[in-house]
């Protein structure tokens, strides 16, 4: 059985204790290292090499945004799942286009936490519908709030219907019924989509397309 490596970044002892104790009853998955801020983690992530990390967004010293660029900067590929609470809608969104593969709230399920590794551990991103509904939802307040021109997209009207399909949590098979299409030419749009945007998921198209006002959901 192959165990899988994890680092947990958070500032809040508490936090980093109860994701131990529930890590510790699934034997695939094994925690080799903790820090309580992103100044801490960086070198200790080049120096193990996790398999995933889990990291929590406000920090002191140095937050999960600011961590997540950093280990961009440097190349790593690390899958990197983003700890938040239900205060933090805005930095989601900032997070998934940086590229986290999964959200978290710190109050999970067991069941919930290893689904996320999994998939992250597969290099997947795994997104709840309720988080997607809370990273769509911020975002329309924002822009309500404060309406901007819209943006030239280098999307398609096509490419853009199909994101908006994406978006609102529909897989290939059903959006490809729902345009007529097959459903290898909604992954072929979708390759497109991820180049133009320069993304690798997803979420994180969503998330990019959202952020510079290419659609509307």
């Given at each position: 059985?192959?165990?899988?490596?994890?680092?947990?970044?958070?500032d809040?002892?508490?936090?980093?204790?109860?994701?131990?104790?529930?890590?510790?009853?699934?034997?695939?998955f094994?925690?080799?290292?903790?820090?309580?801020?992103?100044?801490?983690?960086?070198?200790?992530?080049?120096?193990?090499?996790?398999?995933?990390?889990?990291?929590?967004?406000?920090?002191?010293?140095?937050?999960?945004?600011?961590?997540?660029?950093?280990?961009?900067?440097q190349?790593?590929s690390?899958?990197?799942?983003?700890?938040?609470?239900?205060?933090?809608?805005?930095?989601?969104?900032?997070?998934?286009?940086?590229?986290?593969?999964?959200?978290?709230?710190k109050d999970?399920?067991?069941?919930?936490?290893?689904?996320?590794l999994?998939?992250?551990?597969?290099?997947?991103?795994?997104?709840?519908?309720?988080?997607?509904?809370?990273?769509?939802a911020?975002?329309?307040?924002?822009?309500?709030?404060a309406?901007a021109?819209?943006?030239?997209?280098?999307?398609?009207?096509?490419?853009?219907?199909?994101?908006?399909?994406?978006?609102?949590?529909y897989?290939?098979?059903?959006?490809?019924?729902?345009?007529?299409?097959?459903?290898?030419?909604?992954?072929?749009?979708?390759?497109?989509?991820?180049?133009?945007?320069?993304?690798?998921?997803?979420?994180?198209?969503?998330a990019?397309?959202l952020?510079?006002?290419?659609?509307?959901?």
């Amino acid at each position: 059985m192959t165990v899988y490596k994890i680092v947990i970044v958070d500032d809040h002892l508490v936090v980093r204790e109860g994701l131990k104790l529930i890590l510790e009853t699934n034997e695939q998955f094994q925690v080799i290292g903790e820090a309580e801020n992103g100044s801490q983690a960086l070198p200790m992530i080049k120096e193990l090499q996790p398999d995933v990390i889990l990291m929590d967004l406000n920090m002191p010293v140095m937050g999960g945004l600011e961590t997540m660029q950093e280990l961009k900067r440097q190349g790593s590929s690390i899958p990197v799942i983003i700890l938040t609470t239900y205060n933090e809608d805005e930095l989601m969104i900032s997070g998934l286009a940086i590229g986290a593969k999964g959200y978290l709230l710190k109050d999970t399920s067991r069941d919930n936490l290893f689904r996320n590794l999994e998939s992250a551990v597969r290099g997947e991103t795994l997104l709840s519908a309720d988080i997607m509904d809370r990273v769509i939802a911020a975002k329309s307040k924002e822009n309500t709030a404060a309406p901007a021109s819209k943006a030239v997209s280098p999307l398609s009207e096509k490419e853009t219907s199909i994101l908006q399909a994406v978006a609102r949590g529909y897989k290939s098979k059903v959006i490809a019924s729902d345009m007529g299409i097959s459903e290898r030419t909604v992954k072929a749009h979708l390759t497109a989509i991820y180049n133009k945007l320069g993304v690798e998921s997803r979420s994180q198209a969503v998330a990019v397309a959202l952020e510079q006002g290419l659609m509307e959901i």
